[in-house]
């Protein structure tokens, strides 16, 4: 079945309990409700121009994953986010927040909030028996693996966590799932250096432990969820040198967590999607994300 279908299947298919013992799901009153979203700390730290070429370079290495082909995906589609798993306060702002950060950097936002969602965050109590599901029913959803990868990808270790399912674009604009048991025929390049193809998202799950991030503001929660939905990352495990939303969760310094995107995860963001379209491998399409960000960054000052 292809990922452009069945995205749109994936709200019916985790209405499925996994087993006739699981107990009813609870009301949104009754889980842990984030706290309302404040402003963010002011940003103090300076960074020399001596330092910046490293730590650019080493923000972009962590932020961003190669694709099935070495390359480095991003949003090419409209996107179409969808938050489901609390009160529609809630959920509609997380909906709301992601698309106000999509237009910001650039990213193809669709306007149409009724669409067929392709970027589902998904909050819940129970983020291991969701996966769970997930495996079994859309196992396409967890991104490109073998079979007996499945149980290991979709294991459930951080708060907030992310799966992409990404596929390539030839030359000739067919786009392609990443699949290791697909044989569709695309239109390559005859060149080492060039290839063709291009990678890019087609569907991005995120799930959120309710239980885990119940003390946190639901705005830090939700810009969060942005750097993991709009750049391949999976999860954020070492802490960042410069203030970031991605330390939110981490045993970072005080000073460099933050409540809200800062200046450097916003020029990281738009570096991302500001980078010219071209079928080269993830380390030169990493240096054109680097070289924006600084560019970005020295804007800012």
């Given at each position: ?182 044989f569709a025929t695309t ?34 929660i939700a810009d969060h ?77």
């Amino acid at each position: 079945m292809k990922l452009f279908l069945i995205t749109g299947l994936l709200a019916l298919a985790l209405a499925t309990p996994t087993h006739a013992q699981t107990p009813a799901e609870p009301t949104p009153a009754a889980r842990p409700t984030p706290l309302p979203k404040v402003e963010p700390p002011t940003e103090e730290i300076t960074i020399t121009s001596s330092r910046l070429p490293r730590i650019v370079r080493t923000f972009v290495d962590v932020a961003t994953m190669p694709s099935p082909i070495g390359q480095v995906s991003r949003w090419k589609v409209w996107i179409c986010p969808k938050t489901t798993g609390m009160s529609p306060g809630f959920t509609n702002f997380v909906t709301k927040r992601i698309r106000e950060i999509a237009t910001g950097i650039g990213a193809p936002v669709n306007p149409n909030e009724n669409c067929a969602p392709n970027l589902q965050i998904i909050f819940t109590e129970r983020p291991q028996e969701m996966l769970d599901v997930i495996r079994v029913k859309l196992p396409a959803l967890l991104g490109y693996h073998y079979a007996p990868q499945a149980k290991e990808l979709a294991t459930v270790s951080h708060p907030i966590q992310g799966w992409y399912a990404t596929g390539s674009r030839d030359r000739m604009g067919q786009l392609i799932s990443d699949n290791p048991y697909g044989f569709a025929t695309t239109t390559v390049e005859g060149s080492r250096i060039k290839t063709g193809l291009r990678s890019e998202f087609v569907a991005v799950t995120v799930v959120v432990d309710l239980v885990t991030i119940e003390n946190q503001e639901i705005g830090a929660i939700a810009d969060h969820i942005a750097m993991l939905a709009f750049s391949q990352a999976r999860a954020f495990e070492r802490c960042r040198e410069v203030p970031s939303i991605t330390n939110m969760l981490l045993p970072c310094d005080p000073e460099l967590k933050a409540v809200a995107l800062t200046r450097y995860d916003r020029a990281y963001l738009r570096a991302l999607y500001a980078i010219t379209d071209r079928d080269t491998k993830s380390p030169l399409l990493k240096g054109d994300i680097s070289f924006l960000m600084r560019r970005f960054l020295n804007e800012e000052k």
